[in-house]
């Protein structure tokens, strides 16, 4: 089975468990009306094919869901502690350079950073491959540092995960693309 039939029978799956859900009963008439909506979805509206052009590392992929996560908590409570003092901290726009070299990480990285409290992402510099983010802390050195480090984690989790050197493969759709 190719990648691809792979991909549409795992839409096809999700589609009609949303039904479900969304009916709240599981039922042989929900899962067939369910099937017969995600079909009539990806067939009259289908997603724009993603070229995929690294390797997926599993034990990698956990480190980077484990750190996120400890992100997030420790985050939340820097943020909640900021939000009792009784002047607001000092924050500005920030900007990040990632050696990412896949639109697809690259919007996951966005994604994660957005998620982050403390941090949204206002601009993406897709050429450059530059974030400019808006900080809520940035009153000291160390604050600064400490962003800067959590974005250097994240990205060399995502490459882990993602984009190691060895198993990058630009895909011929992209080759194309930049030919152009």
Not at 37 to 45: D, F, G, S, Y
Not at 58 to 78: E, G, H, N
Not at 125 to 149: C, K, N, P, T, W
Request: net charge positive; hydrophobic share 55%.
């Amino acid at each position: 089975m190719t990648r691809q039939v792979a991909l549409r029978i795992w839409v096809l799956c999700w589609l009609v468990l949303v039904w479900n859900l969304l009916w709240g009963t599981f039922s042989p008439a929900n899962v067939l009306s369910g099937l017969a909506v995600a079909l009539l979805i990806t067939i009259l509206l289908p997603l724009p094919d993603v070229p995929v052009e690294g390797r997926l590392h599993p034990l990698s992929l956990i480190r980077l869901l484990l750190t996120v996560a400890y992100y997030l908590i420790k985050s939340s409570f820097q943020v909640a502690v900021l939000a009792l003092k009784p002047h607001p901290p000092l924050s500005a726009v920030l900007r990040a350079r990632l050696n990412l070299k896949s639109d697809l990480v690259l919007a996951l990285a966005v994604n994660i950073f957005n998620l982050i409290p403390g941090s949204i992402v206002l601009e993406i510099d897709q050429v450059r491959r530059v974030l400019y983010m808006h900080v809520i802390d940035v009153g000291s050195d160390r604050a600064v540092e400490r962003f800067y480090r959590q974005v250097a984690d994240v990205e060399r989790l995502l490459i882990a995960a993602f984009e190691r050197p060895e198993d990058w493969r630009p895909a011929p759709k992209h080759d194309s693309e930049n030919a152009s």
